[in-house]
């Protein structure tokens, strides 16, 4: 497909997801206003973000903080939302307090108190969400919580990240592993709910609101099991370029 292709095909692909979203929401008896798309961009050259952004899009997602950031110089609105959705190394922690709205892939104690340290000295808060494995040992990142007998041993990390002063949690995210078919990811998703409700329950002060999860494949179900924020990527933009 040409450029002016896709600035068609992307326009109606995402309010076709808009729209399933709708649908998905209404089933489960929730307000569509409750779910938030967010367009994952990783992979994609730059005039497809822009395609988003002009279809309506004002979330997008990347997973490497220096892509993101090549898109960002190029797109400016300030009204424009940036997530960082991916496994966040070490040395990469700075470029995401200085320039990401929000970290859906915060993942382990020591990742936390780093971003914490920074987010002090820029003088901000950073919204960020606690990513959970639940899907069992394959897939890579994420507090362990396949395993409800392990939620327990979880809670001392969870009171460390809630510690840090210039963290704002906000709630839970998972990348379930692949599966068969959308409905198979269900169980997943209701896994990380049920989650999301035992640590309110544990830590009423703190904020669960946010449930991220749901990807092009299986985001309705997603959404019929609670999801505030879906991350789709190809589903919106096509598939990704091989690197
Ligand atoms: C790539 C990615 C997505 C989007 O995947 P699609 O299948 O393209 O919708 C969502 N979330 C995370 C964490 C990703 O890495």
């Not at 497809?48 to 898109?71: C, F, I, Q, S, W």
């Not at 998703?189 to 409700?197: E, K, S």
């Not at 990807?215 to 099991?225: C, G, I, K, R, Y």
Request: glycine share 6%; charged share 25%.
């Amino acid at each position: 497909m040409k450029r002016d292709q896709w600035e068609n095909a992307i326009r109606e692909n995402y309010h076709a997801v808009l729209e399933r979203i709708t649908q998905a929401a209404r089933r489960a008896g929730r307000s569509p206003e409750s779910v938030r798309l967010i367009v994952v961009t990783k992979g994609q050259p730059l005039f497809k973000a822009e395609a988003a952004v002009r279809a309506g899009a004002r979330d997008l997602g990347e997973n490497y903080p220096e892509e993101g950031m090549e898109k960002m110089l190029a797109i400016t609105r300030p009204d424009v939302h940036w997530h960082m959705i991916g496994h966040v190394q070490r040395r990469k922690a700075r470029l995401v307090v200085a320039h990401y709205d929000m970290m859906h892939s915060l993942d382990s104690l020591a990742l936390a108190q780093r971003l914490n340290r920074l987010a002090a000295e820029a003088r901000r808060m950073l919204p960020v969400l606690l990513e959970f494995n639940v899907g069992g040992e394959s897939s890579k990142f994420g507090w362990p919580a396949w395993d409800e007998a392990q939620w327990e041993a979880l809670l001392p990390d969870i009171e460390g990240v809630l510690a840090c002063e210039h963290l704002l949690v906000q709630g839970v995210m998972t990348v379930p592993p692949p599966v068969a078919s959308p409905e198979a990811e269900r169980p997943y998703f209701q896994q990380l709910r049920r989650l999301r409700d035992f640590l309110a329950q544990r830590f009423p002060k703190a904020t669960w609101d946010e449930l991220s999860m749901g990807m092009s494949a299986d985001f309705e179900v997603a959404v019929e099991e609670g999801a505030t924020l879906v991350r789709v990527g190809t589903a919106i933009l096509g598939p990704r370029p091989p690197k």
